[in-house]
Structures are given as C-alpha cells and as structure tokens.
C-alpha cells in the first residue's frame, strides 16, 4: 500500500487530455512538500518529468503540466500521443517517521 | 556525459547477501545526496536509502539493520550491501542522484532476485 494514492489506470485517445492525480496527507502533501512526476517508458527506468509541483525539466514537452493543491496533485497531459503510452509515479516527502521519499502507486496510461 | 551505472545484481539465496555498484560520471557522487530506489516485479517504486553529502545515511524501515549504504570517494561509486536477503527483496535496483527532495537522474538499474 503506497503512502500516495494514483488511479491504477487512465486513457485517452489521441489528442485528447488526460489527467492523473494523487492525493497524499497531512504529513506530506498537505505538511507544504513539493511533488514531482515521473514517466516509465516500458521496460526503462523511471525520467522526472516534472519537479516541484509544476516544472519541467529541460527537453520534456510543455504538454506535460503540474499542480498541487491541498493535500493533492496533478498530473495533466495533453494532445495525447503515442509514446505517452507509460507508467506514471507522483513522489513527494513525508515528516512521519516511516517517512522520507515516498511515493504513489503509479498510474499506466494507455493510448486508445 | 552525466550518468549513472549500476551492476552487482543476480541469483541469491533466501538469507544471502550481495554488493550492488553504481558509478557514476560526468558529476560528483560525494557532493550529492545519492539514493537507492527499488521497483518488485509489476510493482511500484519504493525507496530504499539515501547518503548525505556530509556521509548520514537513512533507510526505509523495510531494509533497516540489513542494508547498508555507502560511497567511495575517489571512485566516485555508490554501494548497497545487502545482508539477510529475503524473497520480498527481489526488486529492480534503481541508484538515484538525490536534489534535495527528488530525483534528477536515474540509472539503468540491475536486478536482484532472492530464491532457493
């Protein structure tokens, strides 16, 4: 059971938005800490996407967007392309004391 | 070419113990928070310990007391000693150069498997 929480699974169709969203506590999200996205591309290790709350790294699309609200993120994407295809892991901090680097469930988009 | 490369995983029995690597290149590991991250098969990613810059080390309550990480300077090299493995061990062994409190850069990562 993961200390952040992701919908196992989304999908769109090409071109459409989609978005991904992960909801932690009060001793992570909702404690002020940042979140971060990560995408994993079948079979390769996990690249961030996008780092505190809603910024991106250089050479990741402006189709790919972030923000945090709350005890939650968001993940958005948008003009859905097929190499979107891939596993989606929110990440943040937690103060409690099993705490440190944690993590959501991931959520696998799929491209219809 | 900054870059991180893991190596040191493989076949090791329930209790066994095991040594991962990974060097990294084009920056420096010692003046870097650098953590191990671990993904079970088909499953989500976990994080496992991280290495200060000043030398603390922390660890998931998972591997605490079992694992140990470590750095050697000169080689600019990150370490995970594994002791006591058990089969929920089995993982993708991720080292990660560690910004404060995120990831910014990921090897390849080698596989661990604990089984008899």
């Known amino acids: 059971q993961s200390v952040l929480t992701q919908p196992p699974s989304v999908s769109g169709a090409p071109g459409q938005r989609v978005t991904i969203s992960c909801t932690g506590s009060?001793?992570?999200?909702?404690?002020?800490?940042?979140v971060h996205w990560y995408q994993q591309l079948p079979g390769t290790a996990p690249k961030l996407l996008i780092y505190?709350?809603?910024n991106r790294p250089s050479g990741v699309p402006d189709r790919f967007s972030g923000s945090k609200s709350g005890t939650s993120a968001s993940l958005a994407i948008t003009g859905l392309q097929a190499e979107d295809e891939a596993d989606y892991y929110c990440?943040?901090?937690?103060?409690?004391?099993?705490?440190?680097?944690?993590f959501g469930g991931g959520t696998k988009l799929t491209v219809l | 070419e900054v870059q991180l490369v893991e190596s040191g995983g493989g076949l090791v029995q329930p209790g066994g113990s095991l040594r991962l690597s990974c060097a990294a290149s084009?920056?420096?590991?010692?003046?870097?928070?650098m953590s191990w991250v671990r993904q079970a098969p088909g499953k989500g990613l976990e994080w496992v310990s991280v290495?200060?810059?000043?030398?603390?080390?922390y660890y998931a309550d998972s591997v605490k007391g079992r694992f140990t990480i470590s750095r050697h300077n000169s080689k600019n090299t990150l370490y995970l000693q594994m002791n006591s493995l058990r089969a929920e061990d089995t993982a993708v062994y991720y080292c990660?150069?560690?910004?404060?409190?995120?990831?910014?850069?990921w090897g390849r990562g080698t596989l661990v498997t604990v089984s008899s």
């Open positions: 990660a150069r560690t910004l404060k409190r995120y990831f910014d850069l």
């Open positions: 084009g920056f420096t590991v010692s003046s870097n928070y």
């Open positions: 290495i200060y810059s000043g030398g603390s080390t």
């Open positions: 009060s001793s992570n999200i909702g404690a002020g800490y940042d």
């Open positions: 505190g709350n809603s």
């Open positions: 990440q943040s901090y937690d103060s409690s004391l099993s705490g440190f680097w944690v």
